[in-house]
C-alpha cells in the first residue's frame, strides 16, 4: 500500500502531484539543442558511406567546396594531423572518428561539410564524391569466429582475430554435473535482435570553442554530461582542452533510453571544427542517420538450458551468449561487466547453482550495444530465463504459473544470494504473481482456452515473472573509464524557505523536476512547489554518472534524501537554540520541530532556515546546504508478474493481444501518476521487440529497413490497454526505501508476450518462435510442422 506521510501542500511521497515540468513542454517552451542559435554559428552534415566495408581510395572535396557558404570539408586525414582521427569508446575499446583508409559498417562517418545554413550544407555533403574499393562484408557472429575470417581489426596491435572478450559468471563444474544426472533438462536457441532505440529526439550537438579564453562549451544531448565531459577532456587534453576548460549542457533530452550515453564521431568532428575555425558548429543528425549510425541495442545469441525434476523443482541453468558488437566495443556497459547484468538471469527463482558465458565479436555492422531501457543487457537475460522456465513447465506438462510457484524465493529468504554472485535485498514473488493471476482470473482463463482449442482457435496466456537488477552502482562493482558510478544532490534552502536542488543526473522525460523535489519534501517538509530542480550543467551541478539504467531515483534520489537529512540535523539544532530546549527533547513532523508533550512550542522549517542566515548559534557554519555523493551498498532489485493473453487470427496469424496485467513491486513509490506513465511507455516499448522491430541486414552488411518507414515502431493504435498495479517490498539498504521503476516493464513484457503466443501454438508442437514474432513467423512455423495442410480452425 501506498501511505503519505506528508500534506498535499507539501507534496512528499507518495503524492500523484502533476509533473512540475509540463507546463513548459505542453506550451512548446522545452528548449532542445536543435534550439539552441549563436551568433556565428556554422552546420555540420556528414558524408556516409554505402558500404559496409571497403577501402577509401580518394575523396574529392573540389565541387562541395565550391557551393557558395560551405565553408570546409573534413576528412579522416585533417583530424589525424592534430591526433583527433581515433576516440576512444566507454568499453575502452577505440573508434575511429573519422577513417583514413577503411569504413568498416554502412553509414559510417566518411567526412563532414561545414556551412554557413543547414541545407547548404546537406548539398554540400551531397556534392563530395568518394572512390571506395567495395570488400566483403562480415556480418554474421558466427561466421565472424572461423578461423579463416578475415581480421576486422587490425589497426589493434595484438588482435589475432575477431573476438573481443570472453566472460563467465556461476559455477560451471557443479552446473554441469547436475545437468548430466538431471531428470529432465530442456535447452532453446534463442536470437534477441538488433533493435534501435528510436527516442523522439536524435542526437546532436552545439560546439563553442572560444579562442579567447581556451574555453569549449558543449549544448548535447546527452544523458551523462559529466562523464562526457571526461571524455572530451581525454580525448581532446593533449591540444589544451582539459576538463575544467569544458562545460558540457544538456538542455531539454527528447528521449534517451540508453542511446544518448554513448560518445558519437558527430560530437568529437563538431569539437574538432569548432576548435580549429573558432566558431559555433552545430550538428543534429536526421532520422534515418539515428536509425542506421547510432548504436544499437541487444543482438545476443543465447543457448539457454534449465535442469529440473519431472515434478518441477529447478536444479540449475546454463546460458551461453555470442554478442555481435559490431565495429567496435562501444556498449555502455560497466567495466567490470562486458556483458552487463546478464548474471541476473538466474530470474526469480531459488536453486543453487548456474552458469553463464558470453563472448563478443567484431562485425561490420555500426557499433555499440546501449542499454535500451534496462540494466545493461537485463532485458535478454530475462528473456531467456522466463522462456526456458515455460518451456521446462511444456517438458514437463505442468502449468507454467505453477512451476513458478513452486520454484520462486520466498520472501523469508531475502536477502537471497544468487548463484553468480547478487545478494537480491528484497521481494515478495508469490504476492505478485498471485495478484496478476487474480486480477485477469487465470483460472477461468485456462478454461477458456481449453474450450477454444477444441474448437481450432489459438489463444495463449503468457507469463513474466523477473527480478530487475537497477542502481549501478555500488563503486565496489561498477565504473565507467574508471570512474565510480556513485551520483550526487546538492541543496540549497534560500533564507525564505524556498530551495534549488542540483543532480548529477539528467532526465530525458522521467519527470525528475517533480520525484526530485518530492523526495525532499517528505525529508524537510519544504513544499515541492518551492523546490527548483536542475541537473544537466557541468559548472553548476555536483559531478554525477547520469541517467541510464534505472539508476536516478536509487542513486541520485538517495543522495538527495542523504542531503536533505544532513540538513534536518542541522534544522535540529537551530529549533533546539530557537526554543531553548535539548535537542533531546524534540520531534519532528515533516515540515516543523516541536517540544516534546507541548506540541503549539515548534519552529517551521522556513523559520528555522531564515534564523540560518539571522539567527544561528554561536559557533556555527551559517546557512542551510548541503550536498551528498551516495554510493550504494547494494543495487536494488524490483521485480515483477505480467500476464499477457493473445487472440492469433486463423486466416492471417495477425496477433491481438487481449490483455496485458503488470504487477509491479518497485519499493515505496515516489509519485504513483508518474511511475504509471513509465510503465505505460515501457510496456508500449515491450511490445515493439516482441512484436515488431528488428534491424535487419542483408549478407552485404546493407541495412533492409534503415527507416521508420520500414522499422516497425508501434504506436497508441497498436497498443493494448494496459492493466496495472503494485506490491510494495521496500530496499532495505535504501534511504528512502525506492528500487526504481523505469525499466521493468520493457524487461518483463516482451517474454510474456512471447510466452502467449508459444503457448497458444503449443497444441501444434511448436516450443519456441524468436522475436519479433510476426504473423508470417506464425505462418511459416505452422506451414513447417504441417499444419496448413488443412484449415486449422477444422
Request: hydrophobic share 35%; aromatic share 8%.
Amino acid at each position: 500500500m501506498i501511505q503519505c506521510k506528508t500534506s498535499k501542500e507539501i507534496g512528499g511521497m507518495g503524492h500523484s502531484m502533476k509533473r512540475k515540468e509540463d507546463d513548459r513542454f505542453v506550451h512548446g517552451k522545452g528548449n532542445y539543442v536543435d534550439d539552441v542559435k549563436l551568433p556565428g554559428m556554422l552546420y555540420m552534415d556528414i558524408v556516409r558511406s554505402p558500404y559496409a566495408y571497403a577501402k577509401i581510395k580518394n575523396i574529392d572535396a573540389s565541387a562541395a567546396l565550391e557551393i557558395p557558404g560551405v565553408v570546409a570539408v573534413v576528412t579522416g586525414k585533417d583530424l589525424e594531423q592534430y591526433n583527433l582521427h581515433w576516440m576512444p569508446t566507454l568499453m575502452s575499446d577505440t573508434q575511429m572518428v573519422l577513417p583514413t583508409d577503411t569504413v568498416m559498417y554502412q553509414s559510417q562517418e566518411v567526412a563532414a561539410v561545414i556551412a554557413t545554413e543547414k541545407y547548404i550544407a546537406r548539398d554540400g555533403r551531397e556534392a563530395v564524391k568518394v572512390e571506395y574499393e567495395p570488400m566483403k562484408a562480415l556480418v554474421d557472429p558466427y561466421k565472424a569466429l572461423d578461423e579463416d575470417a578475415p581480421l576486422l581489426r587490425p589497426d589493434k596491435e595484438d588482435q589475432k582475430d575477431n573476438h573481443i572478450w570472453h566472460w563467465e559468471a556461476g559455477q560451471k563444474e557443479e552446473t554441469d554435473k547436475i545437468f548430466e544426472n538431471a531428470e529432465v533438462t530442456v535447452k532453446e536457441q534463442m536470437h534477441i535482435p538488433r533493435i534501435h532505440v528510436s527516442s523522439i529526439e536524435t542526437c546532436g550537438c552545439v560546439a563553442d570553442y572560444n579562442k579567447v579564453d581556451n574555453h569549449l562549451t558543449m549544448y548535447m544531448t546527452t544523458q551523462a554530461p559529466h562523464a562526457i565531459r571526461t571524455v572530451i577532456a581525454l580525448v581532446a587534453g593533449h591540444v589544451g582542452l582539459t576538463e575544467e576548460k569544458i562545460r558540457v549542457i544538456a538542455p531539454d533530452i527528447g528521449g534517451g533510453f540508453g542511446g544518448k550515453v554513448p560518445v558519437y564521431p558527430g560530437y568529437v568532428i563538431a569539437i574538432a571544427v569548432s576548435f580549429l575555425v573558432g566558431k559555433p558548429v552545430k550538428w543534429i543528425e536526421d532520422r534515418s542517420e539515428n536509425l542506421q549510425a547510432d548504436s544499437f541495442a541487444r543482438d545476443y545469441h543465447i543457448t539457454a538450458e534449465m535442469a529440473g525434476t519431472k515434478d518441477g523443482k529447478i536444479l540449475a541453468t546454463r546460458m551461453k551468449v555470442l554478442a555481435d558488437h559490431g565495429y567496435t566495443d562501444a556498449s555502455a556497459n560497466p567495466s567490470k561487466f562486458p556483458t552487463g547484468m546478464f548474471s541476473i538471469g538466474t530470474g526469480s527463482y531459488d536453486y543453487p547453482n548456474a552458469f553463464m558465458e558470453a563472448d563478443a565479436v567484431y562485425t561490420n555492422k555500426p557499433p555499440g550495444g546501449v542499454a535500451y531501457r534496462c540494466s545493461f543487457r537485463v532485458t535478454e537475460a530475462v528473456h531467456a530465463i522466463e522462456r526456458i522456465t515455460d518451456r521446462y513447465a511444456l517438458e514437463i506438462d505442468k502449468d507454467p504459473a505453477q512451476v513458478r510457484m513452486d520454484n520462486f524465493i520466498k520472501k523469508e529468504q531475502f536477502p537471497y544470494q544468487s548463484p553468480t554472485g547478487w545478494e537480491y535485498d528484497s521481494g515478495d514473488y508469490h504476492a505478485g504473481l498471485e495478484l496478476a493471476m487474480r486480477t485477469v482470473d487465470y483460472d477461468g482463463l485456462r478454461k477458456e482456452q481449453a474450450e477454444k482449442r477444441k474448437k481450432g482457435e489459438l489463444m495463449g496466456i503468457g507469463l513474466s515473472t523477473f527480478t530487475e537488477i537497477v542502481g549501478a552502482g555500488p563503486s565496489k562493482d561498477f565504473d565507467i573509464l574508471g570512474i565510480k558510478m556513485f551520483d550526487s544532490a546538492e541543496i540549497r534552502v534560500h533564507p525564505t524557505g524556498k530551495a534549488i536542488a542540483r543532480f548529477g543526473t539528467k532526465s530525458q522525460g522521467q519527470g525528475h523536476e517533480t520525484t526530485y523535489a518530492q523526495i525532499i519534501a517528505e525529508e524537510l517538509g519544504i513544499p515541492a512547489k518551492d523546490i527548483q530542480v536542475e541537473e544537466g550543467d557541468t559548472d553548476t551541478a555536483p559531478y554525477g554518472l547520469g541517467t541510464y539504467a534505472s539508476r536516478s531515483t536509487p542513486t541520485a534520489g538517495a543522495a538527495a534524501a542523504m542531503a536533505a537529512r544532513k540538513l534536518r540535523d542541522k534544522a535540529k539544532k537551530i529549533a533546539a537554540y530557537l526554543l531553548e530546549v535539548s535537542e533531546d527533547d524534540l520531534e519532528w513532523e515533516p515540515g516543523k520541530f516541536f517540544v516534546k508533550g507541548a506540541p503549539e512550542k515548534s519552529k517551521t522549517i522556513q523559520e528555522i532556515v531564515f534564523a540560518s542566515y539571522t539567527n544561528h548559534p554561536q559557533g556555527m557554519e551559517a546557512g542551510f546546504e548541503a550536498t551528498h555523493y551516495y554510493d550504494p551498498p547494494n543495487l536494488t532489485f524490483p521485480s515483477g508478474a505480467y500476464i499477457c493473453i493473445v487472440d492469433i487470427d486463423t486466416d492471417t496469424f495477425e496477433i491481438k493481444v487481449r490483455r496485458f496485467v503488470a504487477i509491479d513491486d518497485a519499493g515505496h513509490i515516489i509519485n504513483p501518476m508518474v511511475a504509471q506513465g513509465q510503465v505505460h511507455g515501457g510496456l508500449t516499448q515491450g511490445i515493439a521487440p516482441a512484436m515488431y522491430e528488428e534491424l535487419i541486414y542483408d549478407e552485404d552488411g546493407n541495412i533492409l529497413n534503415g527507416t521508420l518507414m520500414d522499422y516497425l515502431v508501434p504506436t497508441a493504435v497498436e497498443s493494448p490497454s494496459w492493466e496495472t498495479g503494485h506490491t510494495v517490498t521496500p530496499s532495505p539498504h535504501h534511504p528512502i526505501g525506492a528500487k526504481g521503476i523505469g525499466e521493468s516493464p520493457t524487461v518483463g513484457a516482451p517474454p510474456a508476450i512471447a510466452n502467449a503466443i508459444v503457448d497458444a501454438l503449443k497444441p501444434y508442437g511448436i516450443t519456441h518462435l524468436d522475436i519479433p514474432i510476426t504473423p508470417y513467423k506464425i505462418f511459416k512455423a505452422l506451414k513447417e510442422k504441417g499444419v496448413l495442410d488443412k484449415p486449422i480452425a477444422e
